[in-house]
């Protein structure tokens, strides 16, 4: 597939048709994922599968327990994925520190879009979540202290074709050459 077409194919999908999701198709999606790049490719990601549905119902009552949220739609999700933060190399931690700027955030980010990206290319949809209540989710799954978790990935197949307009500034807007 054209890669733009892919960028384009991959929407946030809050929609799931009621169909398993094939295991080798994560697969796929955790080895895109994989090959991200990171900041002195620290690498500081783990990927946290929940596809046994009373496990993913569990998890997803906690993550949205007790708050109203717009993210329901989690419980339809047939799978989800947890980006938990790993220690980072010790001088890419450096360099954040000097720099002030969190690497870490963005290396997770990249791999998050890559799993997106390769979900989207095997007919999969996704939406990731950064709006959920952590703590909880961390008790369930006994996750150590001071690993965050930083993003939730819902994957399934989307349940319609079509792919919705995009919704963004214009290429003017977000780009200038040779000066601020
Ligand atoms: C870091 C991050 C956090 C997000 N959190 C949520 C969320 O909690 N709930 C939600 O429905 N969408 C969430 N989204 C999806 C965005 O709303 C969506 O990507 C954006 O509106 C653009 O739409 P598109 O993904 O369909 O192209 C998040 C996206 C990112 C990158």
């Known amino acids: ?54 496990l993913k119902t569990k998890v997803a009552k906690a993550a949205f327990e007790k708050i109203i949220s717009i993210n329901r739609f989690i419980f339809e999700a047939p799978v989800l994925v ?20 969190d690497f870490r955030l963005m290396d997770i980010g990249i791999a998050a879009e890559h799993f997106c990206l390769a979900a989207a290319e095997q007919g ?26 930083e993003l939730v990935i819902t994957a399934g ?3 319609t074709d079509k792919i919705p307009a995009k919704n963004r500034k214009t290429t003017g807007q977000i780009t200038s050459y040779n000066k601020f």
């Open 1 to 54: 597939m054209d890669f733009l077409q892919l960028v384009t194919k991959r929407y946030s999908v809050r929609k799931y048709a009621d169909r398993k999701v094939e295991p080798d198709k994560i697969a796929r999606c955790i080895e895109a994922a994989r090959l991200a790049p990171s900041a002195c490719n620290s690498q500081p990601w783990k990927f946290v599968i929940i596809d046994e549905p009373e």
């Open 82 to 101: 947890l980006l938990i933060s790993q220690p980072q190399k010790l001088s890419a931690k450096l360099c954040g520190i000097v720099k002030r700027r």
């Open 124 to 149: 999969l949809g996704t939406c990731m979540l950064g709006w959920f209540n952590e703590r909880p989710v961390r008790k369930l799954l006994s996750i150590p202290k001071g690993k965050r978790i």
């Open 157 to 159: 197949y989307p349940d």
